[in-house]
């Protein structure tokens, strides 16, 4: 079993719509937890991390559910520039690693 | 500011060829991870540095090795080059251990 599981989509949507990716995880002892943006041939980003009680960054929502464990995005009034795969990572306490999901696929358009 | 750079962009290498893959981390960034994403997945942990040790090993098979120097740059190196080791192969540095990762551009490989 995976340590990250993400829908792969594509999830095409209009621009303005809202859009939410979820994500689970599969082991337990999971202690941190982000988005990543990545954009076609391009390296990984940093979008957010996740805090246990949910955070927020202009558009962007990240919520995490330890009981269920899962990772979620949500995108509100989304851009053109948002097209782009967003990746679910999680890291463990000791351990000097993160896992990546496959990641979603977002195409935002006109 | 310089981030995480790597060398080369690109390579092209043949069946059981071998490769070095270069990383310079963030000036004051102490540890370097490497990662590969093969096409359509997410990135895999292959190595982590800190302080010129290994502190992490993925599951990759012993044709993969790595090593940091002082100046806390690092090298990937994958023996007897496979098709299936096409991959983009990513560094990422960090101040500490694990979090605070950047993410380097990469080094497209394609074995043929």
């Known amino acids: 079993r995976k340590e990250v599981e993400q829908d792969p989509g594509p999830f095409n949507v209009p621009e303005g719509a809202t859009v939410a990716f979820n994500c689970t995880y599969s082991n337990s002892a999971s202690q941190s937890f982000f988005w990543y943006r990545q954009d076609c041939r391009k390296e990984p980003k940093l979008l957010m991390s996740?805090?246990?009680s949910g955070n927020e960054d202009g558009r962007f929502t990240a919520q995490l559910n330890r009981a269920s464990q899962y990772i979620s995005l949500l995108i509100r009034d989304s851009k053109l520039s948002d097209s782009a795969t967003y990746l679910c990572v999680c890291g463990q306490t000791g351990a000097n690693n993160l896992f990546f999901g496959t990641g979603t696929r977002l195409t935002v358009i006109p | 500011d310089a981030g995480v750079t790597q060398s080369p962009t690109h390579l092209i290498k043949t069946r059981g060829q071998h490769v070095t893959l270069r990383c310079s981390p963030i000036?004051?960034?102490?540890?370097v991870s490497w990662y590969q994403q093969v096409l359509g997945q997410g990135p895999q942990f292959i190595f982590q540095y800190y302080e010129k040790e290994e502190r992490g090993r993925g599951n990759f098979p012993d044709r993969f090795s790595a090593r940091q120097f002082p100046n806390y740059s690092s090298e990937l190196n994958v023996n007897a080059l496979l098709l299936g080791d096409s991959a983009l192969y990513l560094c990422a540095s960090s101040p500490g251990q694990v979090y605070g990762y950047t993410f380097g551009s990469g080094t497209r490989l394609t074995v043929v």
């Open positions: 996740v805090y246990s």
């Open positions: 000036s004051g960034h102490k540890s």
